[in-house]
């Protein structure tokens, strides 16, 4: 049957679109009865959805489906693409949209094979490694021998040089004021001291340390390597939490930086100061023959 073309190009129109919708005819039907191009119709059909009956199921709607529920549980496209046998652009493309999930149980189990594979594959590396080092650090154990009281003056002043509060010209404090977190750092400060004439009894102890960790604990720590009496610890430091800042320091060996404040200590300050001026001019000043260079 074809429409009357007597119709306005308006009413055909509004028929065509109603047609397609009730009873669904096809395009090639709906071309035949108005006697129009495939052009014309087009434009008279936008925005008209299709008939159920002209759509055809995807062969890939359930990989697709299954795309985004893997991705949902933490797959990485890669994998997705690899278990649905598609290519990486086409996981993109059906599962891309998803943010990964870090935390999910698969991507654990990824980062576990992961350290996995690496700790076989460099496993006899780091031995080979690790074995080089310890002899190199024998020699060098060797090479040092016996320290004299004068190496320890030497070794001080410049440790405090390097972790200490130093006096400026704009505020004086010619006063000895260590802190650190190495306990070796923090021994041989205390060896220096022991020569400048103090002991343990005459020192200050305070801890600075950030508020996630234990100070008590951390005190105690101290107190017992440094073999000091606990009572000496003034009360902590107590640094603020940031949660921006990614501390690598938060495991059981942390336990803050220890401060060691030497009173009326101006004469063996100034002896540092000395000692190092004399140590940098000898060095600074042989530095051009090393090696036979000049």
């Known amino acids: 049957m074809q429409i009357n073309g007597d119709l306005s190009e308006q009413d055909r129109r509004a028929e065509a679109r109603r047609l397609r919708v009730d009873p669904g005819l096809s395009r090639s039907q709906l071309i035949k ?4 191009s495939n052009g014309t119709l087009t434009d008279w059909l936008r925005g008209v959805e299709p008939p159920a009956w002209t759509k055809r199921p995807n062969a890939k709607d359930d990989k697709r489906a299954e795309a985004v529920e893997l991705r949902e549980a933490g797959w990485s496209l890669k994998d997705i693409a690899e278990q649905l046998d598609v290519a990486k652009s086409t996981a993109f493309r059906w599962a891309g949209h ?8 698969r991507a654990q189990e990824k980062r576990e094979l992961a350290k996995k594979r690496i700790a076989g594959r460099w496993g006899q590396f780091r031995e080979e490694r690790d074995r080089r080092q310890n002899e ?7 090479e040092v021998g016996r320290l004299t009281e004068r190496d320890i003056l030497l070794i ?14 704009w505020c004086r404090s010619d006063r000895l004021v260590f802190i650190n977190s190495d306990p070796g750092l923090v021994e041989i400060h205390l060896r220096f001291l022991e020569l400048g004439g103090y002991s343990l009894d005459e020192l200050g102890f305070r801890l600075s340390i950030h508020e996630t960790a234990d100070a008590e604990a951390a005190a105690d720590w101290w107190a017992e ?3 000091v009496p606990r009572d000496r ?23 803050g930086c220890l401060v060691i404040d030497a009173p009326k200590s101006r ?5 540092m100061e000395g000692v190092v001026k004399a140590v940098t001019r000898q060095a600074s000043s042989g530095f051009p023959e090393i090696g036979g260079r000049r």
Request: proline share 6%.
């Open 33 to 36: 009865m108005f006697g129009v």
């Open 267 to 271: 004469s063996l300050y100034w002896r």
């Open 156 to 169: 001080g002043a410049i440790n405090y040089w390097c972790e200490g509060s130093k006096s400026k010209p």
């Open 136 to 142: 190199v650090w024998d020699a060098a154990v060797d």
């Open 225 to 227: 390597r440094l073999g």
């Open 98 to 105: 998803i943010p990964l999930d870090q935390d999910s149980e």
């Open 233 to 255: 610890f003034r009360r902590p430091t107590i640094k603020k939490h940031v949660p921006k800042t990614r501390r690598g320091n938060v495991g059981d060996d942390y336990h």
